[in-house]
């Protein structure tokens, strides 16, 4: 017969590691992926008001 005792301690070690780390706020988050979509998103600022002047530069020499 299995012990229940066991059982229940060796759960609720688990229940209490898995609250742990589920009530970190970083867990689902890469510094990685962080960094590149930062540097995409200032990319992109830094390139949507040359692309607008460029498309202008490009109408009216047409």
């Known amino acids: 017969m299995i012990d229940y005792l066991a059982l229940t301690i060796g759960h609720a070690l688990m229940a209490f590691a898995f ?4 009530g970190r ?13 930062e540097a995409n998103t200032k990319t992109r600022k830094q390139l949507r008001g040359a ?5 202008r530069a490009k109408a009216e020499e047409s």
């Open 19 to 22: 609250w742990q780390l589920f």
């Open 25 to 37: 706020e970083r867990v689902d988050t890469d510094p990685l992926i962080e960094g590149i979509k």
């Open 51 to 55: 692309g607008r002047r460029q498309s």
